[in-house]
Structure formats: structure tokens, C-alpha cells
């Protein structure tokens, strides 16, 4: 049997306002297979909410698929998240973005109200039931804090996210950047990333950081 350890790695679009963000999934990606492990990824073949000009932050009369748009990070490698199967898999691991809060998620719209995509809270529950790794960029962690409620977790600084965080029953810790808080018992890492103030090089360490923090778990 093989050591090589996998991970699924689920994005949410391309671009940081209204996908994933780019520079966290691609230092993602890199920094998992820096470390010798594998990663398959994935996105709910969905309509994105909304298509954002990252040029001047406008709405834009255009429809686009986050399955679609997710395959431009992926070179058209990537799977519908329906098809997801937590036991095939050490970890799970979500890069952050808007993307995260406009099509996984209504938390952009919502706040601590928001839904949660039907396919993105299987994954986390079925990654949980079985005490494997979940890890979660930027602001990926309001997920998990809507899914699984009771969870350890950190967004960097940012006060409004917090707050809402702790009305849905999560703990928060304040960290810096490439500091991971790891939740022992729910088995949830995360890192804050472009939560803070940030260079490539901020996040590059912030994913290698969660990465290897996973890989000590698994």
C-alpha cells in the first residue's frame, strides 16, 4: 500500500471576488506536492452568483459555471465535487476567495446566517465522521464553523468575521502570518492568509505552513 498521502483540494471559481483566490490555490497545490503528497480536485458544477471585472470591481451581464471556471486553475483536471469520496482521501483542503462566500457559501450575503451548498457541507461532515484533516485558507473557515459549529479556528484579525464566527458557537485565535491553528479534536487547520495584509510570499508560507501541519496529523 502506499505512504504517498492525498489530498482533495475543492475550489470555488477563478478569481478572488468571485472564486477562488488564485494565489492561495496555486501556492496550495505547490506546496502539496512540494511535500510529496498527491491532490485531486474538485468543484460543485454549479452557476457562479456573479462574474466580478477584477480590473475595476464591477458586476459584469455574464454567466459562468464554477466547475468551469475552477478548471482554469486545474488545466482541466478537476472533478464535479458530486462525485467526492471522503475515503479515498487523507485531507481535504480549502483554498479561500470570494468564491467561498458568493457559490459555496451565502456568507458574503448572510453573514452567520448564510447556507452552506448541499455538496460543500457533505464533504466537511463526511471528512469529520471519519477524524481526517480538513484545512481552510483565508476565509474557508466560516465554513466550518456554519457546518460543524463548535470548532477552533483562526481568520487572522478580522473583527466583523470574528464576531460572526462566535455567534455560530466557534472559538477564534488571532494569528500572523503562516501561523495554522490546528482544532485537535475536530481535526479542522486553518490559516489566515489574505485575511492580513499580504505579499505572494505571505501566502506561499501560509500554505506550506497548513500543509505541513496536516501532514504531521495523517
Not at 496550495?28 to 454549479?46: H, N, S, V
Request: glycine share 8%.
Amino acid at each position: 500500500m502506499s505512504n504517498v498521502k492525498k489530498f482533495a483540494v475543492i475550489l470555488s471559481g477563478c478569481g478572488v471576488f468571485d472564486g477562488s483566490e488564485i494565489h492561495e490555490a496555486v501556492m496550495t497545490l505547490y506546496a502539496i506536492t512540494r511535500k510529496g503528497a498527491t491532490y485531486e480536485i474538485f468543484a460543485p458544477d454549479i452557476a457562479q452568483h456573479h462574474v466580478i471585472n477584477h480590473v475595476d470591481g464591477s458586476v459584469m451581464n455574464e454567466a459562468r459555471n464554477v466547475l468551469v471556471e475552477s478548471a482554469r486553475i486545474a488545466r482541466g483536471k478537476i472533478k464535479p465535487l458530486s462525485e467526492f469520496n471522503p475515503e479515498l482521501f487523507d485531507a481535504l483542503i480549502f483554498p479561500g476567495g470570494m468564491g467561498v462566500a458568493k457559490n459555496l457559501s451565502t456568507w458574503a450575503f448572510k453573514g452567520q446566517n448564510c447556507t452552506v451548498i448541499p455538496e460543500v457541507e457533505n464533504a466537511i461532515k463526511g471528512m469529520h465522521k471519519l477524524h481526517k484533516p480538513i484545512g481552510a485558507l483565508c476565509i474557508a473557515p466560516v465554513l466550518m464553523a456554519k457546518v460543524l459549529g463548535n470548532v477552533t479556528l483562526t481568520v487572522g484579525k478580522d473583527a466583523t468575521t470574528i464576531k460572526a464566527l462566535e455567534t455560530l458557537g466557534a472559538k477564534h485565535q488571532q494569528t500572523n502570518h503562516a501561523q495554522v491553528v490546528v482544532d485537535e479534536k475536530n481535526m479542522v487547520f486553518s490559516t489566515p492568509c489574505y485575511m492580513l495584509d499580504a505579499s505572494i510570499v505571505d501566502i506561499a508560507e501560509g500554505a506550506k505552513a497548513i500543509v505541513a501541519e496536516i501532514l504531521k496529523w495523517i
